[in-house]
Nanobody, 125 residues
């Protein structure tokens, strides 16, 4: 069984950068599509980014395109998300997710096998 643990969240200023990490344990996730969602206070969870198991395909929410970059290191069983030019509206708890069967194009729907506990990101203006 796969467990996911996020790290790297924190309190930053507008325009700053953060790099989130999601470390998987229990089994290799080299054949899992993986990605990130976020949930802001009082709002529904939303898709942020996803990456195919081989790393060759990525998808982003329009709100983060050009600012966030998702990547993975299958040797380390870890997925990353580099977040640049952070805005107050990026404030949320960020969750990592993984799935063996869901195609990368459907990842955004959120019906996924494994979820992490989340790491909070606060962007102050």
């Amino acid at each position: 069984q796969v467990q996911l643990v996020e790290s790297g969240g924190g309190y930053v200023q507008v325009g700053d950068s953060l790099r989130l990490s999601c470390a998987a344990s229990g089994r290799t996730v080299s054949r899992y599509a993986m990605g990130w969602f976020r949930q802001a206070p009082g709002k529904e969870r939303e898709f942020v980014a996803a990456i195919s198991w081989g790393g060759g395909t990525t998808y982003y929410a329009d709100s983060v395109k050009g600012r966030f970059t998702i990547s993975r290191d299958n040797a380390k069983n870890t997925v990353y998300m580099q977040m640049n030019s952070l805005k107050p509206e990026d404030t949320a708890v960020y969750y990592c997710a993984a799935d063996r069967l869901v195609g990368i194009r459907d990842f955004y729907r959120g019906y996924l096998e494994v979820w992490g506990q989340g790491t909070p990101v606060t962007v102050s203006s």
